[in-house]
């Protein structure tokens, strides 16, 4: 089975703090995505990596930045985290079929 | 742009009920359309992948279909059951894209 792992369920930040999301897959999947989920909005691609170093802009990518190191590692980066950056952080990984897995999410909260 | 949409929002259906639940597309020119599940406060389970070649997938009670003339995806469900209450959603890439783009999902409960 795929499995797709992030770093925490839940998270509690401080406005203006750095905040590293990590996410980790095990199949040796080429691409992997990080979304955000918010109520009434549904999914929203924040960025994707395709390859190790390669990584492009999804929909709304300001305030985040982007780490593939390692084939398995995607990590999303909030440099100075914001309350309007609450929300739940989904990752996902595909190989070159296209159907996509997700981990279990992470609940951040800025205060 | 592509956009996804799910009608209706919500949907409540007594146990045992067949259903279907809808997902439509803007842009006729999608590789792929993928059906997911969330159950509250958790990721997305991917349910059926429908590759653009394709006109239906079957996995146990759910049977997606895809017509991409008329822009439209269907998810049947068989003899539902409480433990199928989620999110369903559906998601559509298209050819050249490794973005999905989601529907907002459409609430299912499935009262005992």
């Known amino acids: 089975d795929v499995k797709v792992t992030q770093s925490s369920r839940y998270l509690v930040k401080r406005t203006g703090e750095k905040v590293f999301l990590e996410c980790v897959q095990d199949?040796?999947?080429?691409?992997m995505f990080w979304y955000r989920q918010d109520p009434g909005l549904g999914l929203r691609l924040i960025y994707f990596s395709y390859d190790v170093k390669m990584k492009e802009k999804g929909d709304i990518p300001e305030g985040y930045s982007v780490s593939r190191e390692k084939k398995e590692r995607f990590s999303l980066i909030l440099e100075s985290a914001s309350t309007n950056q609450t929300s739940m952080y989904l990752c996902a990984s595909r190989k070159t079929v296209p159907e996509q897995y997700f981990g279990p999410g992470t609940r951040l909260t800025v205060t | 742009k592509q956009e996804v949409t799910q009608i209706p929002a919500a949907l409540s259906v007594p146990e045992g009920e067949n259903l279907v639940l809808n997902c439509s597309f803007t842009?006729?020119?999608?590789?792929?359309l993928q059906w997911f599940r969330q159950d509250p406060g958790k990721g997305l389970t991917s349910l059926l992948l429908i590759q653009s070649s394709q006109r239906e997938q079957t996995s146990g009670r759910l049977n997606a279909s895809l017509d991409k003339s008329s822009g439209r995806s269907t998810l049947y469900i068989a003899a539902s059951q409480p433990g199928d209450s989620a999110t369903y959603l559906c998601a559509a890439n298209q050819g050249g894209s490794e973005k999905l783009v989601f529907g907002k999902g459409t609430k299912l409960t499935v009262n005992p």
């Open positions: 199949m040796d999947h080429e691409n």
């Open positions: 842009d006729s020119a999608i590789y792929n």
